[in-house]
Structure formats: structure tokens, C-alpha cells
């Protein structure tokens, strides 16, 4: 920056504290109880955790004791809790009755006051009192309207219908309201130009399945409600913007707000957020420009520095996409005062509403507008209601255009914007805290963030960074990062691929033996679920003879690769990995026409397949090295491993690729030649892993792919002397076939065989009756519903409790109802066909079932003509006993359970022949305790849905009937694939030893 | 010690240091071949390695291939190999046929020019010749005859016979030598009162099978052949000394010398052999002088420092004993000024030969010897031929009295003194080294050895010690002690042990099921199989209703057990770890009665079950503790382990503590309550689980104890659906048995039952070309007929190579003669009886198919009258499609094979259906290497005895028909028990996340 305009900016920004000193947010007031819950929060950051997160449940808190007991659960007991928490209670015996119920009352009002300090009022009467309060104090507004996640049509409509209600009032009132003062024409409106209704609104909010895998559909949505609500403001020749929220729906917003802008594009009062913090934003803005000077259409940018940090930077780790968040504070300071100079550049054409309680920026957009002449009636300042009240009162003396940030609403949707605000005020980065609560030097706080950012950027890099190797010299493992629809070119992929796979269709697949292509007389097709017509493929299917020749090229493949070093193994699997990472796209396209998976689970599993194949090469690396046991000097003893044989492979239709993939590349790089049976329905995508390894340049015989008919070669393969391993990913009866089968050694037989057998689910997702309502239906929804519930994880039992049972189902349904079935290609579908015929005869007699043994609740559309349509399905009034509630029905069938208490929710998930996953939905600390003791399953989920598990993070299988206990992904799995070996060496000749490094030698 | 006399000692060392100023011992002439190969060997560690195991090698490469092939393989190629190894042979062609004769006639060449500089000669007349040439130098000689390990009676023989044969030669001789000049009257004797004949004795080459085990049977056979030889010694009036050698035969040495001085207690002539490294001399020497005081007898002692320090130290620290030598060097420096004062103040009694190179010893020996004014003719001084031989002239200069001790004998048994030579003169803290190789400075060498002791001592006290914690604040595990027959006590505690056991027989034991004794009216004896008729008690059996009850016993503890924390199980263990410690000889002793265990066999057994106990306890606190998988921020993911449900453990009697205490510990600990089922055989080692948990005061129903007829509730406990876990040791026909029935699941099982599945083996031990026969021998004779063969892991074949089969075979069966089968409470006997009737009947079957398929070699006498007696025997010309080189006989059977080479040797071993154990003994780098690889069985040993796997050390299991690949003892034993659970928390809540150390945050 030049040095004489920062010069300027420093000394104003000077006069601004001068001008406020002494002041302090009442956040900071360590008088009042919140802000004695503020400084606790800022000193402790276990307290900070344990109160925002209480904040968080408080509304679902709906008596007395669950409002006591998640006091005690979140606070502790007398001895712990922060005194100023329990005023009052402890004389009167703080859990006792009395006690509780002073306790209680005293921080239910207490969190009230607090909330109440952010929003203007709980209803449209109330604000409207409060907002004409703000006008005799010289400021104006935007309202904002609090809500709820919007889960459903019904709940998308409600948030437009208080819009449209809060409009209407302003209607009437807003010709009593005289125009704050300001140097424009015309006094009726603020400042003689602005309009006095001014409003905000979140996008995602008009439309519940607002997602930009389905762009165009999630676009149009939104606008047509957006629509309605600008008609009525421009009745009022009020103000819209359009609120900007994740950066999930970034590119959707924006979408929305062009569309719109031309559409109207004579009504000026219309306007976008950007935020300072995304990196995206300085091309967002100059794309924005340029398009609104081409289009000769005015725009209008409220620009903030951006709420959700942290949720960005979580879901982008997660996820290991680029984080789209600048990372150093100081950062984002920077780009603000850069896109408010290149707003205020184009004052012609772009109103700038400039949002931060940052004094260094507003002083910064102050002395940029003044170099730049800018008009006033071309720039206004936002801040937040109820936060720094001290900045406040400092614009409205040097710029006098001051518009607070207003929401109001229920409390309940409250609590979330609560939370947000806590979180920036006690972040250690905070402008306020630092000002207010910290007094830190104010040269410092003036100080132009580019030359702070570059110092950060300085320090950061000379930090020593962690390391992350993994073994090998590889790389640590990662997850490969989850599709990303974000990207326009991710969002094109899909139908490219898709339309490219439909080229190749009605090609013959042969097997695969020895290296060799083997073709047989005999095939089966293989057809798109939603549309059975459509034959991808031909599969050749092997008999007896071609098991045989598989199962003897790999046992004379066997000895070479077994003492192949694991590291050479491993390199194959990498390999593997590079190749299939280059077809990922196509791999999910020809999974959406094979069995029918929506995109971002076809893709999912492909990179599932992957993290399969980078993650157990970095298992078989460490494993591969022995490790010496014991460090008696004179003697060497080294534990390693070795593989079992020759492995079956028998996988399943449902994770074609991944856990075929999985299976395959674990037998492979622990050593043991595999003879692969796909599963019939997926034929092609059985067939990639011939692809795959073949162009990894696997050694002949180590991969040998037989396709073939369950009831002509499935026992032979499963009792052959020649097999010493057999993983089965499948059913339960067909896995307890195998198991029991598999026990009896016959002649000539080297091993006793190895089972490894993942089998079915009848997974329970438990909502506890103060679950976070906005997350759990979704997830729910997802749990059971993805892909058609054709997941051996797929939440099949619903278990809600009786207190929340209404509210919850309510939901729930509607949101069901706001979903469709058809053709998985299309985006726009959330369910598609299920895998065949006979898995949709027996789905439907499954529900033919439920609703006998129950209620059906809800049963969707399905579309007309060919296909597997299955429709989605809630049924309720199911009882443990019901088959129901015990028999794996393997689709989109959901068996809901309202039970009475906690315990008895527990007793019920735990009761069926299964235990593969489980999922909760609570927020009381002894709940989750609980739950995670004993709600015995595999892979238990809290807070989320409960499939998807990923590779490393979420190592993957159950007991009891459900599987024999090994986890793929996990540490333990490649275990399963080798049998140790221990060399023991007597180093000692004639009385000398060598030392070794790690003996125990004389100290 | 007093300053003057330090001040004198420094003085004389100083005059001596000049006297010899400018020399060099020939050793360290880096001229010479030799001193180059000790240059390499001091400036690189792993040369020293290779050289001296070369040296070791050497004279078993009995042809040209053999020889180069392993230069190649210890040196490496011709980059590798240092110029002065391969001189000559470059040119050549290294490894051609030219060069590598070339090369083989250097190298030999020169190590044995190397061995000759140490070795007075090779033949008597040889050795006769040279002793004149050195009494014309003025040194006087001891003469020790080199000999290998002594193996049999017969070899004792020769060594006796060699002596005797030396004095005879010597008597003819020595009247032809005149005296060497000295103070004494008698001019005939040396320097006027020492016999001119000298020679020391190993004692343990006088008696193979010496063994503090058996104390008194050691002593008395190494006298009787001792006696031989002092009686022939006495004839020429010469002297004799009883060398003393490893610390394990001290006491048998010390013994032997005191009855032999008693015996012939007015000859003078009759020395022993003292270590100052031994922390035990101090006492040893006191006790002795007082002792002689006593019985009024003369003593000669040889004071040394000790030569076998890296032995002494490596088996200690190996077996958990107290290190018996000091671990500072100048520890032992002191202790020899120390002792050696001793024996001067008590030179009325007690003649002393100072056997030492450190000139400052030697200076400290004159001084203090004038001081005391001891006489001439009390003491003389030794140094070892070939070595420091400025010294040796500067001792002649100072004090006349110079004696050298003179091995002579064949080259093969020269290698093992070479290398202890050459290790001594290649130590960084040998005094030569640093006197004439180093050319530290004098003072320091010359310094008061308490002082420097003190020194080092404080220095490494100060230095920081490595952590040897274990999980959970435990230390770390250790294995427990081996019993220590050098200890008195130990000797003693056996016989006490097994009369107190004998006044406890005929008892009946009860079952016990939920924390109670339950008795039966069906009860089975068991008794002593040295003696059936002595019956020891009478063990309850249980049927299928105390069956079911122990398992709904089990069932009922279940859900408590699984939820009491891991550190508590584990904690239970440690107790009854304890208790089984405080009772250890008492346990071992019941195991000498009622399995026929030698003493050592049983403490090993029960030293083994205490250290399952210790650590899966420390192993079970490790896997406790639920480990973080994945790094991603906002998400937590657990993974973790559950027992997986009731466990049947079924036990067999050959490790009948050991073995039933690992599966029931293991199962215990990882919370599976268990249903145990002993052998027959061993029903009250049996019940000393009960004893041991009852006392450690597990909870009622987690440990139940069913003996019982197999036939009778065998299938129905495994058969059983509560039952998850089965682990079973035994043989293959019932494991196969047990894990084909368990395979099927029956109505109401909870889960798919886990088979831990220990059974046979039919392990093969190689014996290489080049194999160190000195430790093949004893080593394959223990492993084959230690407790008579009856452990899975027993040497059961022989495959020894064509090359070395005959001299192998004689030796072995030598020593196999000359051991002794009868009742293992007399721990004479080498073997004792099989465990019953009926493995009596089938091992003597074995041994006629043996007689048919192959040739007996040896079959043992066994006693007369009752018991279950087998004779040990081996068996030749056994090929690999014999029945005696395919099943296991389980008994003290050996089937001896002999192979072409090494390949067919590995072929051979890996020819059965078995792969539990194996052995090799070689000393090509090569074929070690291809054994690790090729060799596949669960248990290689390198160069020791196959059995007698140590807990951590040596995790024991094998794969094919003899398991399924689980290691007991090893670090993945406890996962067999358990099935891993994961818990996934998305701790993400309103956009906020905690953050955790461990995360992945922004970098």
C-alpha cells in the first residue's frame, strides 16, 4: 500500500479509538453474567467448548430435567462449575430439587439475556419496535430472518411466507419512519437516498436439496422463491441482498443473484455478499464487474470478512480439498481493503456496503473512498446488532451511514447465529477481543494487514512442519479427495464420462487366467438398473475347468511372488492406484449405469477402491519390515510375516469396485495370488481390476478374474484343497456357507483356510431427544436412503425417542417428500433403481411385510416404465420383535421404532444377530458415553450419517453375525492376509556377539 | 590404596614401560598380515565381525569350494574385500578359478600362520621342541592341550589320554633340560624350586555332560578323570592346574579342587585357577584360603582377569541372572591387585601366579610382594604364549620368573582360542591395545585401577539411562528368570519341593464353576509315570450338566468382565503372576512328578506361564487403549477392542501350566470368560489355575475349570452356541476336528466362532557343511529327547549334509550314549518317562515302523520294572516319503536324514504338512540367509536348539497343518481374542469444532 494513504489510514484509525475510549462491547462487560462467560470462555478453552456447545443444545433442553441433568453433563458438578454459573443454587443444594430448579432458572434467563443481545426481537411486532428504537438512535437496518435448517418444501415455504409477512408490516410502518439524516435528496429515504426496508436473505433456506451436485435444478429452485420475495420488496421499494453462506453454494448464489439482477435489471436495490475470506473472491468481484459493465446492469456488494471459518477449513481437510479460506488472519483484513478499493473503483456501477467492527478496515474504506472521491451515496457501513455497540457509535460520528445487521426470529434457530457470534468474538484472532478485551497495542492493530499477512506467511514457513511420511519414503497415507462439485469441471465431468461410457456398450468381457484373456461360450449380460434394456455388456462366465486353470496359475504364480519384497508388491498397488485415479471418472460412470449409483457415490467408490490400494501398499510396506522382539544381546530375533496362500476373492455388487478392489489388492500385496469372483450384476466393473492390474503389469497368475455362476463353481472355488484364504464380502447365509464349508480340510489340503467374511446389517440410528434436528434428518435421510439403502451400513432401523418422535418424524417425512426416484445419471434424482429383479421382488415383499407388522408412512413415487424401481419406504409402529426390525431387507426400506426412554433405544439397537454399524444423534456428554460403550456395532457414527466409512480414518466391519471381526481399511486387516514367522538367531560363536544397536547391554 | 606404595607402583611401571620402549608385540605389526587384519579389526567393527567369524569357519572349509565361497561370502566382492585379503588374487580373476585358489592359499596360509603365532605346536613332539626352544630363551611353560568341545566319554577319553601321553613324553625329556637360573637350592628345578613340568586341564573336557543340574554327578566324574592325570603328574613331580572356564561350572571346579587337595594333600604341586572379573572372587579366594587354614593344605592359585567376559555377560543378561563379572573394566584391574595381595599375605599357604599383560598389575604385584617380602619362590608370573611379547622379556628383565602358557593340539579346536585371543587383543579397553596399538598415554595406564573404576562408575551414573517402562506404569516385561543351578539354593530347592509335594498326594480335586468347588462322584488318578503305581491325586470329571453350568456361569460373568476396564483385567493377571512366582519351586515340582519334566524343563514350564500372565497383562493395557485413526479436524475416530464372548480353552499336558495359563490369560484378559478344559494326564497342574486365579481373586464365573472325558463333553463344549472363542493345543487330528465342528453355526449363536488351533509339528533340524559341530551335537540332542521329545517344537527329523554326516552322526551318537534314561527327580537322568500308557504304546510302534523303514542307530537301555518307558532312539536312513519323516511320533524318536546338499536339505525340511519349528546349523552367510527365507516355518532357529521359545522373545505358533498362524507369546496373540470396534464423532457442532493436539490443522 502507499505509504502516505496507510499514513492517513493509521491516523484516522487513531482518532476512531480516541474518539471511543473507554468503551466496551457489552460482550466484554465482565460485570454482567455473559460477560463473565466470555472472559471464561477466552481463559479456558475446555469451559469455551463445554458452553458453546451447551449454548448450542439449550433450546431442545425442554424441561426441567433435561435441562438439569445437561447442566450437571456439560458443567460438572458443584465443586467444577465456574461460580458464577451456579449463583444462588448451591445453597440450595445445587442437583436437589430446589437447587435445580434454581439453577435452572438462573441460566435459561441468563442465556436468554445473552441471546436476546444479538437478536431484535423473537417476533415481526417486536423487531419492527426495536428497529424503530435503532432510528432514534441514528442508525438503520437489514433484517434478517432467523430459521432453521429448511429441511423440506413445507419448511422453505414458511421462511418466504415471514419474508413476505415482515414486508407487509413494513409496508404500513415505513411511511411514519422520517429518513435519517444524510447529504441526499430526498428526505424520505435514509441518509436522502437509501431505502429504510432493507432485508436479507439465505438462499439455502429457499430450497432444501440445494446442492451443486444438482446445479441448474438447485439454481432455478432457489430463484423462484428469491423471485417472490424481491416482487414484494420492490413493492416497497425496499432493499434485497442476498445473503452468501458456505462456500458449498457459493457459485449457486451467485448464479441466482445474476439471473436475477437481469431479470430486473432496471430495480436497483438488489445486492450480493462477498466474502473477504474465501480466495476465490478477488476473481469473483472482477468477474462480477466485468460481467455487470458488459451486461449494463448495477450492482450492489455488501462485503464481510466471512462467518464460518472454521467450518470451512474442517470441511475442506476432511474432504482434502484446497481449503478455500485464507488461513492467516490478516489475510482476509488484506483482501477486504483490496476488493473495497476495487468496489469503490467501480462506484459508477457497484453501492458498496462495507461490513466489519474492524477499525484498521473501515478507517482503511474511509480514506480510499476520500482519495477516490467517492460519493456517500454510493458507500454505507454495516455492522452486526448487539456487537460492538463502541464501533459503532464511532462510524456514525466521522460517516454518519451506519446499517446494523438485524436478525429475528425464534430462539431456537437462534442459538446457531449465537454461536457463531461467540466463536468470533473469543477467537484468539478477533479484532474485538483484541481491542476491547485484550487492549493490545493499537499501532499494532492499525498496522496494513498485507505487511502483517507477509510477516505471518514468514513465520509459518520457518516453522518447523510436521512430518508426513509415511513408510517406505512414501508419502502419508490420504484419503483421496472426495469429488468435488464446486468445480464446474467436476460438475462436467459426469456427464462427459457418462455419455463416453455409452460408446463402449455391448462389448464381451472375457476372463482373465494366467495373464491371459480366456473367452467361454457361455455369458451373461450385464444391464442399466433404471432402464434394463440397455445391455452394457457381455460377461463370459467361467465353469469348473476355467476355476481350475485359475486356481493352478496362481499356485504356480504363488512362490515368485511370494518372495516378491513387499515393497515391489506395494509398488504394483501404486501403480494400480496412479492408473485407476486417471479413469476415476469413467470408473464412476459406468458404475451410475451399472448399478446404479448417483454420482457422488459412484465416485466415492472409485476413490474408495484407490484408498484401498494406496493405504494397504503403506500397510504391507510397515508390516513388511521385521521387527525384532526382545534385545537380549548374543541373539536375533526377528517377528514378520508371510503370506497364506492362494486367496478366493467373492465380492459383492454394492461397493463393485472398492471392496472388490479392497479385498483383491490386501490378498495381493500380503503376497497370496488371488482368483477374483465378481459378482454376476457387475460384470464390467469386476472386469476394471483386470484392467487395472493388467496395466499395473502384475505378474501372470497373481490376479486371475473368473466370473462365473454362484451355484456351478461358487462351492468348488470356496472347498478346493489349493485355497488356503477366502474373503467373501456378501450375505450372511451365503457367508456362513463359506465358514462352514471352508472348515473341512481335504486331502492334499496345505492350510486350514482362512475366512475373512463380511456379511449383513441391520443398523440402528438412535435420535436422542435433544439431537440436533437440522443435522440428524438429513443424515438420516442419507443413511437410508443413498443409493437405495443397497448398503450393508445403511440406517435400516430408525430408533426415536418418544419425546421427539413427532417433531422429529415430521420432518423426516417431509423431507422424504421433498426427494425424488429415477435415474441415478440425472443429478436431480436422490434415489435410483436397485441392482436387479430379484432384489426388487423381494424389497417389495419386505414392505408388503412392514406393512403388516407396522404402518407405512411414507412410500414415494416411483417412475413408470422399465426399470428396478423400488419406491422409498418409512414404515412405522415396528417393534423389536418384528422381522422388520431383525431380517436385512438390502434397500430403501426404513423400519422406524419410538421407544420410551434411552436405555430402552439402546436395548433395541443392540438387539438383532448383527452388530456392523450404529449411528446416534444426541447431545448429552453421558448419552454419547454410553452409547459408545455400549451400543456394540462395528462402526458406531455420532452426530452423522453412518455409512461412507472411508479408508484409515473409518476402518470398516462388524461382529456377531455381521462379519468375523477383521476391518478393512484398518490396521489390523493385512494381518488377517499372512501368517507371522519368527527367525531366532544365536549370534554368539565362540564367546563373541556382536552388539546390535537396540540390545540390552550393560548399563 | 596407600599412596607410597601407588607412588611405587607407578615408579616401577614406568621403568618397565622404558625398559621395553620401542617395541611392539608381533600382533600389532601392521607389516605383517596379521597386524593388518587387527588394524581392520580395531578401525571397523563389522570387519572385526566378519574376520573373526571367518577365523571361527576356517577350519571347517575342508576344500577349495568351500573355502572360497565363503571368502566371498564374509568378505564380500572384490571391491568390498580389503587389499590385504585379496593381494595377489586381483590379477587373477578374484573368484575364477584361478584366483581363487590364489586367494584360498593366501588366506590360509596366513590364518594359519596366524594361529601358530598362539599355539606352541600341533603335535606333542612338535609342542616338546619348541618348549626347549623358549627354556633356551629363559621362559619356563604351562602346557594346556587344545581340544574341541567334549561331547562323550569317548572324547573325555582322548583328552585324558593326551594328556597322559604328554607327561610320558615330558618324562623322558625333562631330565635332559637343565634347571633355569634362580634363588632356589634344587638347580634341577626351575629357577631352584619349580618342577620343570607344567600343564593345566580344562576340567570340563573330562565329563560331557557336566552340569550344576547335576552337581554332585559332575564333581565326581570330572575328578575321577582329573585324578588320572595329577596321579601321572605326580609321577614326574610335576604341576598341575585345574583351569576354571565359564561361571556356570565354577562351583563344580572348586569342589573337584578341594576333594582332589584333601585327597593329595601333602603334594604341593596341584593349582587352581581364580578370575578377578568375577564379582565372586573376592569370597571365593577368602573362603579358600580359610578353608586350607583349616584342613591345614597347600594351595596354588593362578590368578587371571577372565577370558570369556562377552560369554559370560551375553548368557546372563539372556537368562535374567546377575551379571557374575564386573562391568568396568578396571573393576576387574582392582579386584586382581586386590586378590592378589590377598594371596601374598597368604603366602605361608598359598603359592601365586600372576597371570597378567597389564604392566601396571604386574608392577603392582612386585611392589606389594616386596613390600610383604614375600619370597621368590612363593610366587612367579604367566603370560600367554604368542601374546605381548615385550612384556613377557621386561618381566624376565625385572623379576626371572616367566612363565608361558602354551596350548598345542590340532588347528579345529585352535579357532575358538584364536578368536578369544584376538577378541581380547581387539577390545577397546585391552591394555595391549592401548599400550602398543594406541599409544595412550603411560599415566593413565598406569593409574591406580580403584581410582578409574571409581571414575567410570560415577560416569555412568551420570549418563542417562534408557527407559525401560512398559505400558500402563508397568515396567517394561521381562521374561522371568531361568533357574540358576550355580545357586546352592536352587540346587537345594528342588528335593525340598519335590518331598514336600509327596506328602500332599492322593487328594481328589474338585471342579470349579462360578467361583465354587463342585465335586463329582466320577473322578479320574493321575499319576507319577516314572511310577504309576504311586497315584497323586484323583481329578473330578466334569459331564455335560456341569458343562452347561460353566458356561452359563461364564455367560453370566460375561457382561461384567467385558466392562471392567482393561488395566484391571490386566491386573488380575499380575497377582496370580505373583502368587504362581512365590510357589514357583513347588509348581515345578508337581510337573517332575506328574509329567515326568527334568527339574530344568519344569521351572521353564512355569517360568513361562508366569511370563504369559506378565505379559498380556502389559499387552492388553497397550491394546486398550483405543487409538486415533485419522488426523482430520472435526472428526474423531476410535478404533478399539472387545472380547469377542465365552471362551472354551482346551489344554493339553505336554506344557500343561505354560500352555493352559496363556490360552486362559489371553482369553481372561481381553474379557472373555473361560471354560477350561485340562488334559487328563495333568489334571492337578490343571488345577493350579484354580488355585492361582481363585487366590489373585477374579470374579466368580470368568475362570471355570471342567476336566473331563473328551469323549464325553469334548464336542459338546465345542459344539456349544454361547461359545465364541476356542483355543486349543494339541494334536492335528482333534484341532482339525474342532475347527471343522466349529464352523457351523447353530441356532441362537451370537457369533462365528474363533479357533486359535496349536497342533503338530514334525520339525527338522539342518546340519550344514560348515556347521559347528562343538554346538550341533548338544544342541540337537536337547532339542530331540529334552523332556523325551514330547514337544511339538522337538527336533524330530535330522537332515544332515553328505559332507559332514559321518563325523556329526558319531559324535551325536556318542554323546547320545552317554547319557541316561530313568526317573526325571534324579536329575542324573538325561530322560525320563513318556506321559502314559498309551503314548508309551504308540512311540514304541513308531519306533518298529522306523526299524522297517529305515536302520536304528541308537536305541537307549531304559530302566527296569514299572513306568512308561521309551527308549531315546534315532534312527537312520529315513528318506522324506517315510511315515517316520511324515507324522509325528510325539516321543524320543529321531529320524535321521542325510542330504546331498543344502537344497535338498531346505527341500526336505518344508516336505511335511507340518511347519511349526526348524533348526539349521551353519556358518555360511549364505545359507543362513536362504534358510530365513526358504525354510517356512513358524519357529527358525539359527545356530541353537529349536525349542524352549521364551514369551516376547520368541512368539511361538506355526502355520500349514500345525496352526493358523496365531503366535502365542507374540504381540499379535491378544487380537485373536478380540474384534476390533470403531467409533466415529463428528465433533463438529454449529460450524465449531474443538481442536485436538493430534489434528490435522492448517499448516
Avoid at 468435488?484 to 463402449?504: C, G, K, L, M, Y
Avoid at 511372488?561 to 492408473?579: M, S
Avoid at 526377528?638 to 486367496?647: C, D, M
Amino acid at each position: 500500500m502507499e505509504p502516505a494513504l496507510n499514513a492517513k489510514i493509521i491516523g484516522r484509525g487513531k482518532e476512531f479509538f480516541n474518539s471511543i475510549s473507554g468503551e466496551k462491547p457489552s460482550l466484554f462487560n465482565k460485570g454482567a453474567w455473559m460477560g463473565k462467560a466470555m472472559d471464561w470462555s477466552m481463559k479456558n478453552e475446555q469451559f469455551k467448548v463445554q458452553m458453546f456447545r451447551f449454548v448450542d443444545v439449550f433450546p431442545a433442553l425442554t424441561n426441567g430435567k433435561l435441562l438439569t441433568d445437561h447442566i450437571r453433563e456439560y458443567f460438572g458438578n458443584e465443586k467444577e462449575m465456574p461460580s458464577f454459573l451456579s449463583t444462588g443454587a448451591k445453597v440450595a443444594g445445587m442437583f436437589g430439587s430446589l437447587g435445580g430448579a434454581v439453577l435452572n432458572k438462573a441460566i435459561s434467563a441468563n442465556i436468554q439475556e445473552m441471546a436476546r443481545q444479538f437478536i431484535v426481537g423473537e417476533t415481526t411486532k417486536e423487531a419492527i419496535k426495536n428497529l424503530e428504537k435503532l432510528r432514534k438512535e441514528g442508525f438503520t437496518a437489514v433484517m434478517d430472518v432467523l430459521g432453521e435448517a429448511t429441511l423440506s418444501e413445507a419448511e422453505a415455504e414458511t421462511y418466504v411466507n415471514t419474508y413476505l409477512e415482515l414486508l407487509e408490516a413494513m409496508k404500513k410502518e415505513q411511511g411514519s419512519w422520517s429518513g435519517l439524516a444524510g447529504k441526499g435528496g430526498d428526505s424520505k429515504l435514509d441518509w436522502g437516498h437509501a431505502p429504510k426496508v432493507n432485508i436479507a436473505v439465505k438462499p439455502t433456506a429457499l430450497f432444501c436439496l440445494a446442492n451443486p451436485q444438482d446445479f441448474e435444478g438447485s439454481v432455478v429452485a432457489i430463484m423462484a422463491r428469491m423471485e417472490r420475495i424481491l416482487i414484494k420488496t420492490m413493492e416497497l421499494n425496499g432493499f434485497l441482498c442476498i445473503d452468501m453462506e458456505s462456500y458449498r453454494h457459493k457459485e449457486i448464489i451467485l448464479e441466482v443473484y445474476r439471473r436475477l439482477r437481469l431479470k430486473y435489471r432496471d430495480y436497483p436495490h438488489l445486492g450480493i455478499v462477498l466474502q473477504a475470506y474465501l480466495k476465490d473472491t478477488d476473481k469473483d468481484l472482477a468477474d462480477l464487474l466485468a460481467w455487470a459493465r458488459q451486461q449494463k446492469v448495477m450492482l450492489s456488494v455488501r462485503l464481510v470478512k466471512g462467518a464460518y471459518w472454521d467450518y470451512e477449513t474442517v470441511k475442506a481437510k476432511q474432504n482434502d480439498w484446497e481449503i478455500p479460506v485464507w488461513t492467516i488472519k490478516a489475510e482476509s483484513d488484506a483482501a477486504f481493503e483490496r476488493q473495497s478499493r476495487m468496489i469503490l473503483e467501480n462506484h459508477d456501477i457497484c453501492h458498496f456496503a462495507c461490513a466489519s467492527h474492524n477499525i484498521r478496515s473501515i478507517s482503511a474504506v474511509l480514506e480510499i473512498a476520500k482519495e477516490l472521491g467517492v460519493p456517500d451515496e454510493r458507500y454505507e457501513f454495516q455492522v452486526l446488532y448487539g456487537m460492538a455497540e463502541p464501533v459503532r457509535k464511532g462510524i456514525l460520528k466521522v460517516a454518519g451511514r451506519v446499517r446494523l445487521y438485524c436478525p429475528y426470529g425464534d430462539m431456537v434457530p437462534g442459538m446457531g447465529y449465537l454461536v457463531r457470534r461467540l466463536l468470533e468474538n473469543t477467537a484468539n484472532e478477533s479484532f474485538l477481543r483484541q481491542s476491547f478485551a485484550e487492549e493490545a497495542q493499537i499501532e499494532r492493530l492499525l498496522e496494513d494487514p498485507a505487511v502483517t499477512a507477509e510477516r505471518e506467511r514468514t513465520a509459518r514457513a520457518a516453522k518447523p512442519k510436521k512430518s508426513h511420511s509415511g513408510p517406505g519414503g512414501l508419502s502419508r497415507f490420504n484419503n483421496m479427495a472426495m469429488v468435488d462439485f464446486t468445480r464446474a469441471e467436476h460438475r462436467a465431468a459426469f456427464p462427459a464420462a457418462i455419455s463416453s461410457v455409452r460408446a463402449q456398450l455391448g462389448k464381451t468381457y472375457p476372463l482373465f487366467i494366467n495373464g491371459r484373456e480366456v473367452t467361454t461360450s457361455d455369458t451373461i449380460p450385464t444391464v442399466n438398473p433404471a432402464k434394463p434394456s440397455e445391455v452394457l455388456g457381455l460377461i463370459c462366465q467361467a465353469g469348473i475347468p476355467e476355476v481350475e486353470k485359475a486356481i493352478a496359475a496362481a499356485k504356480s504364480a504363488f512362490p515368485a511372488w511370494r518372495d516378491t519384497p513387499p515393497e515391489v508388491r506395494a509398488g504394483y498397488l501404486l501403480k494400480a492406484a496412479e492408473i485407476a485415479r486417471k479413469r476415476a471418472f469413467e470408473l464412476s460412470a459406468w458404475q451410475v449405469l451399472e448399478i446404479g449409483k448417483q454420482w457422488d457415490q459412484a465416485y466415492a467408490d472409485v476413490a474408495e477402491a484407490i484408498d484401498f490400494l494406496e493405504y494397504y501398499a503403506r500397510e504391507m510396506i510397515r508390516l513388511g519390515k521385521p521387527q525384532r522382539v526382545g534385545h537380549a544381546p548374543g541373539e536375533l530375533n526377528h517377528y514378520f510375516y508371510e503370506p497364506k496362500g492362494l486367496a478366493a476373492i467373492i465380492a459383492p455388487w454394492n461397493f463393485p469396485l472398492a471392496i472388490s478392489m479392497g479385498m483383491a489388492s490386501a490378498a495381493i500385496v500380503t503376497g497370496n495370488p488371488v482368483v477374483f469372483k465378481p459378482s454376476a450384476i457387475t460384470g464390467i466393473i469386476g472386469h476394471h481390476l483386470v484392467e487395472i492390474f493388467r496395466e499395473a503389469g502384475l505378474p501372470d497368475g497373481v490376479f486371475n478374474f473368473v466370473p462365473g455362476r454362484g451355484s456351478v463353481m461358487g462351492d468348488f472355488l470356496v472347498d478346493h484343497p489349493d485355497i488356503s484364504l477366502i474373503a467373501f464380502t456378501g450375505s450372511m447365509e451365503v457367508g456362513l456357507r463359506i465358514v462352514e464349508r471352508a472348515a473341512k480340510v481335504h486331502p492334499g489340503q496345505p492350510n486350514v483356510k482362512k475366512i475373512i467374511s463380511e456379511m449383513g446389517g441391520k443398523n440402528a440410528v438412535i435420535i436422542d431427544d435433544d439431537a440436533d434436528l437440522d443435522e440428524a434428518v438429513p443424515h438420516v435421510l442419507y443413511s437410508a436412503f443413498g443409493f437405495q439403502g443397497q448398503k450393508c451400513s445403511a440406517c435400516s432401523r430408525l430408533i426415536v425417542l418418544d419425546a421427539v418422535y413427532d417433531r422429529f418424524m415430521e420432518r423426516l417425512l417431509a423431507m422424504a417428500k421433498a426427494t425424488s426416484v429415477g435415474p441415478s445419471e440425472d443429478p436431480a434424482h436422490y434415489m435410483g433403481a436397485v441392482s436387479d429383479d430379484k432384489a426388487m421382488k423381494s424389497i417389495l415383499e419386505y414392505i408388503n411385510i412392514g406393512k403388516q407388522e407396522g404402518q407405512v408412512l411414507y412410500m414415494s413415487p416411483t417412475p413408470q416404465g422399465e426399470g428396478f424401481w423400488v419406491p422409498m419406504t418409512i414404515i412405522g409402529g415396528i417393534r423389536p420383535e418384528h422381522r422388520l426390525a431383525q431380517e436385512e431387507v438390502f434397500g430403501p426400506v426404513l423400519a422406524v421404532m419410538r421407544a420410551k426412554d434411552f436405555d430402552q433405544a439402546i436395548e433395541w439397537a443392540n438387539s438383532t444377530r448383527f452388530a456392523l454399524t450404529g449411528g446416534i444423534f444426541s447431545r448429552s456428554p453421558e448419552h454419547l458415553a454410553q452409547a459408545r460403550r455400549e451400543l456394540r456395532v462395528g462402526n458406531l457414527y455420532i452426530n452423522r450419517n453412518n455409512t461412507g466409512a472411508l479408508v484409515q480414518r473409518q476402518p470398516f466391519g462388524g461382529a456377531r453375525m455381521s462379519g468375523v471381526g477383521t476391518k478393512a481399511g484398518g490396521p489390523d486387516y493385512l494381518l488377517h492376509f499372512m501368517d507371522p514367522r519368527v527367525v531366532t538367531e544365536n549370534t554368539m560363536r565362540r564367546g563373541f556377539a556382536p552388539m546390535e544397536e537396540d540390545d540390552d547391554w550393560v548399563e
